[in-house]
C-alpha cells in the first residue's frame, strides 16, 4: 500500500513511547526532521525526493494511541495536509478518535480460518503446512485464538520445533490460562481501567458475557455506583462489545480476565473472588471453604459429581452477589440446597434452570435481588415473606408446574419483566399486576386457569405481552398505548378488543384463536404494525377493507382461512415483504390473483400452499425481490415463462402438485426446488442453474415420486466439471465446500461415471490424489420409504474417514410441507457433487495415499437409527484443468522423502 504514496511511516507503539522521558517530544522532532528531509535520523521514513509535507501524497500510520494529546501533538508538525494523504490511527479506545473527529473508525475482526492457519505454520513450521502430525493440534490451537494475530504470532513461536507431547501438554494448560506473553499483551487494557471499570470487567468476564446490557446494569448498579458509565467506557476501548444489545467479549479477553482472578490467589480457592471452576466450586462447597471475599459463583453440575451441601455450606459467603447453577437435564445433583441456613440478602441475581426443591432456603431474603430465574423448576412456592422488594425488577419461573402461589406483586413495585409461561395455577393473585406500573415484559403463555385479564391504564411502561395458550382467556378490556408486541395466539376471545390507539404497535400475532369472528375497523389506526399473524382464525370471513392503510406492514399471514373472494385491500400493500395465504379457499375464483402482481415487488416469500390455484399469472416475473416462492398442493399443470425472470428467486417448493406436467426454463440464481408426488411431471426445460453452479454452498433438486419424468443427464459432467474448475481458481471463495444433489425415481444412470459398483464400497484407483484434485460426482441408487431417511458418503483415506456428508437429509426445514403419511414409492436415484479445498482441508494427503467413497443409508426409527446399504453406486473424480490458474496448493512430487506430503507455496 505504501508504494501509492510518495512518503510513508510507521509510528511503533505511540503509548509505550510517549510515557518514555520526552518521549512524545522526541516523536515530534523525529517527525519534524522527517518531513524536512533531514537523511542523517534513520526513523523509517522512506522519501522520493525532499519536499514539504502539504506537497506531498504520504501515508503514516500512529500505532497504539491511548490519548487525543498524542495525536494533536503529532498532527501539529504536518501544518497543511493534503487531501490525497492518508493517516490511520490504531488505538484500543474509540473515544480518542470520537474526540478527534476522524473521517471513519473501522473496528478490526479476527482472521478467517484459512487466513489464520497460514500465519501459525509461519511461526510454528516456518511457513510449511502441518504434518500429519500436527494437523489437529494446529486447528486446536487456531480455533482456540478466534483469529487474533498477535495470539497466532505468540504460540507459533513458543511451539516452534517442540514435540507432539510438549504440544499436547502446553495446550492442555492453555484450555485454563492463557500463555504469559499474550495476556501480558492483552492485559495492557485492563491495566488502564480504573477500579470500578475493573470490577465491572472482571465481572463480564467470569459470570456475564453474553447477557442483555440492561439487565447487567440493573444487577451491578448499587446505592453508590452506576455501572452505565462504566459499560459504556469497556465498550469504547473494546474490550468487550455489543450486538443487538448484548455484551460480547473475545474469548482469549475473557480469559485474561479469569487469569487475573486466579492470579488473586493460585492456591487458596477461598481467596478467589469469582467462581467459575467446577472442581475448585465443588471443593468449596463440599468443605465449607466459603468466605466473604467470594463474589460470584457459576457451577455447571454436568461436570461434577453428586454434591451433598452442608446447611452452613453458605454462612461464610456474605458478600455472594451473583450465583448460576446448570442442572437442567441433568438429573437432580445437588442435594440439600432448601436446607441452608445462609439469608442470601446480598444476592442480586439467582439463575437455576431445573431447580430441584420444592422450596427456597427457609431464611432466603430476596431485598437486594435484582433478577430470578427459575424455569422448569420443582417449587410448590417462592418465598414467604411480604416485605417490600424495591430492587426486584426481573421474575422468570416458567413452565414451573407445580408452583401453587407467587408473592404479592403489588410489593415489587420495579418489577420489569414477568414471566410466569404455563403456570398452572395462577388465578387468585394475579389483580396486583394492576399495580406495575413499570412492567416492561409480560409473559403468561399458556396460564389457563383465568378467563379475563385486567391491565390497568397506569401500566405505560408495557411493550410486550404474551398470552399466547391461554386457552380459557376470553377477555382483556385493554391495553396501554405503549404496547409494541402483542401476542393473542390459541385464545378463546371472540370480537378482539378495541386497539385503535395502540399506534406503537408491531407485531400483532392472533394464531389459531378459532373463536374469534372478526376484527374491529380500527385496526386501520395501527400505523406502526410491521407484522400480522392470523393464520387457524377459521370463523374469520373477512378482513376490513381499511387495512389497505396498515403501510407499513411487512408480513401477513393468513393461513387457512376463507374468503368469499381475494381481499382487495392487498393491493395497497406495496411494503409487503411476506405474505403466506395456505390453505386459503377463495370461494368465486379459483385462479390467484386477480390483480397486477406488480404491487408486491418488494415481497421476499409467497406462500400459496393448497390454495386451489389452477394458473399463475403471466406476468409473476415481476416480483424482482421475491426469493421462497411456495406453491405446493395446487392445481397447476406448468409455470409461466416468466418465472425465469425471478432472477433473485432461491426456492422453488413445488410438492404435491400432482397436476404438474411441465417445468419451463427456471431462474438461474435458484437454490432448491423440491417437486416430490408431482405424479405427472414429465418434463423440464432444463436442471435448475443451481445444481450446476457455484453461487451458493448448497444446491437441492428433488422429484421423489415423479415416475413419468424423464431427465437428460448427458451433459451434466461437462458443467459440473466446468464450475468446479472455476469454483477452484476463484480468488474469493465464500465457502469451504459446496454441495449439490439431484433426486429422481428409476430412471438410467448416467455412462459418464467412472467407477461403479453393487456393493456400498468404492476404491480409488491409483493416482488419484494430485494438486488438481477438487472434489467428487456421486451417484446412489437407494429403496426409500419415507422422507424420514439420511443418505450420505465417508471418504476413507488410508484405512480412516477423514470427511462425511449428507447428500440428502431428513431434517430439511422444508419437508414440514409433507403429510406425515406421505411414503416414497420405488427406487431412486441420487446424484450429487462436493467441491472441496481438498488440501486446505485435508493437508496429510499425499500422492501415496489410499482412498475410496463409502456410502450408507440411516432410517429415522422409534428405537434410533437404522444404517442400511445401498443397492448401485459411482463416483467420477473432480480435477481443475487450467494448470495456469492453479491456486497455491501444490504436491511436492520432487520431495525424495518417503512420506511425499503437501507444500504451501509463500
Same mark, same amino acid.
Given at each position: ?215 447487567? $446494569? ?44 486466579? #492470579? ?16 475448585? @466450586? ?69 439463575? +437455576? ?92 403463555? =399458556? ?42 395466539? =390459541? ?173 419451463? $426454463? ?67 471463495? @465464500? ?32 493416482? +488419484? ?80 495415499? #489410499? =482412498? ?14 437404522? #444404517? ?39
Amino acid at each position: 500500500m505504501s508504494k501509492q504514496f510518495e512518503a510513508s511511516y510507521f509510528i511503533l507503539n505511540v503509548r509505550k513511547e510517549s510515557e518514555k522521558s520526552k518521549g512524545l517530544n522526541d516523536l515530534c522532532q523525529k517527525l519534524s526532521s522527517a518531513i524536512l528531509g533531514d537523511e542523517h535520523l534513520n526513523h523509517g521514513f522512506t522519501f522520493r525526493r525532499k519536499s514539504f509535507f502539504n506537497r506531498k501524497k504520504v501515508f503514516i500510520v500512529f500505532d497504539d494511541v491511548t490519548k487525543l494529546e498524542q495525536i494533536k501533538c503529532l498532527m501539529r508538525v504536518f501544518g497543511n495536509f493534503n487531501s490525497d494523504s492518508r493517516i490511520i490511527i490504531t488505538t484500543r479506545d474509540k473515544h480518542v478518535l470520537r474526540n478527534y473527529e476522524v473521517d471513519h473508525i473501522h473496528e478490526m475482526i479476527g482472521l478467517s480460518s484459512h487466513n489464520a492457519l497460514q500465519l501459525f505454520a509461519l511461526h510454528a513450521f516456518k511457513g510449511n503446512p502441518p504434518t500429519e502430525d500436527y494437523n489437529e493440534l494446529s486447528s486446536i490451537v487456531v480455533a482456540y485464538t478466534k483469529g487474533v494475530p498477535l495470539a497466532l504470532k505468540v504460540l507459533g513461536s513458543f511451539l516452534f520445533k517442540r514435540t507432539k507431547r510438549e504440544w499436547e501438554s502446553a495446550l492442555k494448560n492453555l484450555r485454563t490460562s492463557l500463555h504469559v506473553d499474550v495476556h501480558k499483551v492483552l492485559k495492557i487494557s485492563y491495566d488502564r481501567l480504573n477500579d470500578k471499570e475493573k470490577v465491572v470487567f472482571l465481572d463480564i468476564a467470569c459470570f456475564f458475557k453474553g447477557y442483555k446490557r440492561d439487565l447487567i $446494569e440493573a444487577i451491578l448498579n448499587a446505592r453508590d455506583f452506576d455501572s452505565h458509565i462504566s459499560i459504556h467506557l469497556l465498550i469504547e476501548r473494546c474490550p468487550i462489545t455489543t450486538s443487538f444489545d448484548t455484551i460480547i467479549m473475545h474469548d482469549l479477553l475473557e480469559k485474561m480476565g479469569k487469569e487475573i482472578v486466579r #492470579q488473586e490467589s493460585i492456591d487458596d480457592l477461598d481467596k478467589h473472588g469469582r467462581l467459575w471452576d467446577p472442581d475448585a @466450586i465443588f471443593l468449596v462447597l463440599k468443605y465449607n471453604m466459603g468466605t466473604r471475599t467470594i463474589r460470584s459463583i457459576c457451577l455447571d453440575m454436568f461436570e461434577v459429581e453428586e454434591l451433598h451441601l452442608n446447611p452452613k455450606a453458605f454462612n461464610n459467603m456474605q458478600n455472594l452477589r451473583f450465583l448460576k447453577i446448570y442442572e437442567f437435564e441433568h438429573g437432580k445433583k445437588v442435594h440439600g440446597f432448601e436446607k441452608l441456613e445462609s439469608d442470601f440478602s446480598e444476592l442480586r441475581y439467582f439463575r +437455576w434452570h431445573g431447580y430441584s426443591d420444592k422450596s427456597l432456603p427457609p431464611n432466603f431474603n430476596p431485598k437486594n435481588l435484582v433478577a430470578l430465574s427459575l424455569r422448569n423448576s420443582e417449587l410448590k412456592q417462592l418465598w414467604t415473606s411480604n416485605q417490600k422488594l424495591v430492587n426486584l425488577k426481573h421474575i422468570d419461573v416458567g413452565h414451573s408446574k407445580r408452583l401453587c402461589s407467587i408473592p404479592d406483586l403489588s410489593l415489587m413495585s420495579n418489577l420489569e419483566s414477568l414471566k410466569l409461561e404455563y403456570y398452572i395455577n395462577l388465578l387468585e393473585s394475579f389483580s396486583s399486576i394492576r399495580n406495575l406500573h413499570k412492567l416492561v415484559i409480560l409473559n403468561l403463555q =399458556g396460564c389457563k386457569s383465568f378467563d379475563n385479564l385486567q391491565i390497568s391504564s397506569n401500566c405505560q411502561s408495557l411493550r410486550v405481552v404474551n398470552l399466547s395458550n391461554c386457552s380459557n382467556l376470553k377477555e382483556v378490556s385493554y391495553f396501554p398505548n405503549t404496547v409494541e408486541e402483542l401476542y393473542l395466539d =390459541g385464545t378463546t376471545i371472540k370480537e378482539f378488543p378495541s386497539i385503535g390507539h395502540l399506534f406503537r404497535l408491531v407485531t400483532l400475532s392472533l394464531r389459531k384463536c378459532s373463536r374469534l369472528e372478526r376484527l374491529l375497523d380500527s385496526i386501520h389506526k395501527l400505523k406502526c404494525l410491521k407484522s400480522f399473524y392470523l393464520s387457524g382464525c377459521s370463523k374469520l370471513d373477512g378482513l376490513p377493507n381499511d387495512m389497505r392503510n396498515l403501510q407499513t406492514l411487512r408480513e401477513l399471514e393468513l393461513d387457512e382461512i376463507s374468503f368469499a373472494e381475494i381481499p382487495t385491500f392487498m393491493t395497497s400493500l406495496i411494503n409487503l415483504w411476506a405474505l403466506s395465504l395456505t390453505r386459503c379457499k377463495m370461494q368465486k375464483q379459483s385462479n390467484f390473483p386477480l390483480f397486477d402482481l406488480s404491487v408486491f415487488e418488494r415481497t421476499i416469500r409467497l406462500n400459496l400452499v393448497d390454495c386451489c390455484i389452477e394458473v399463475l399469472p403471466s406476468n409473476i416475473g415481476q416480483l424482482l425481490s421475491l426469493k421462497y416462492l411456495i406453491l405446493g398442493q395446487n392445481n397447476l399443470e406448468t409455470l409461466p415463462e416468466s418465472i425465469k425472470d425471478l432472477s433473485n428467486l432461491k426456492f422453488l417448493y413445488l410438492s404435491n402438485c400432482q397436476r404438474l406436467k411441465y417445468l419451463p $426454463e427456471l431462474p438461474s440464481r435458484l437454490e432448491t426446488m423440491m417437486a416430490m408426488n408431482c405424479v405427472y411431471l414429465e418434463s423440464i426445460s432444463s436442471l435448475p442453474a443451481s445444481f450446476l453452479g457455484i453461487s451458493t454452498c448448497n444446491a437441492d433438486v428433488w422429484f421423489h415420486n415423479c415416475f413419468k419424468l424423464k431427465l437428460d443427464m448427458t451433459d451434466a459432467l461437462v458443467n459440473i466439471e466446468r464450475n468446479a474448475d472455476v469454483w477452484h481458481h476463484h480468488e474469493d471463495i @465464500i465457502w469451504a465446500e459446496q454441495v449439490g444433489n439431484i433426486v429422481y425415481p428409476r430412471g438410467g444412470i448416467p455412462k459418464w461415471f467412472d467407477l461403479k459398483s453393487n456393493e456400498s464400497f468404492i476404491k480409488f484407483s491409483e493416482g +488419484w490424489v494430485n494438486d488438481n484434485l477438487t472434489g467428487f460426482v456421486l451417484y446412489v441408487v437407494v429403496s426409500l420409504q419415507d422422507y424420514q431417511q439420511n443418505v450420505g458418503f465417508n471418504l476413507i483415506v488410508n484405512g480412516e474417514m477423514i470427511f462425511s456428508s449428507y447428500l440428502v437429509h431428513s431434517f430439511h426445514f422444508w419437508l414440514k410441507f409433507l403429510e406425515e403419511e406421505d411414503i416414497i414409492e420405488s427406487d431412486h436415484v441420487l446424484i450429487g457433487y462436493q467441491y472441496l479445498q481438498m488440501f486446505e482441508q485435508f493437508p496429510t494427503l499425499n500422492l501415496d495415499s #489410499q =482412498g475410496g467413497v463409502e456410502f450408507f443409508v440411516e432410517h429415522a426409527t422409534k428405537n434410533g437409527e437404522v #444404517q442400511s446399504q445401498v443397492k448401485k453406486c459411482g463416483v467420477t473424480l473432480l480435477y481443475a484443468k487450467n494448470d495456469d490458474l492453479r491456486r497455491d496448493v501444490k504436491v511436492d512430487k520432487n520431495d525424495e522423502r518417503s512420506h511425499k506430503r503437501l507444500k504451501l507455496e509463500g
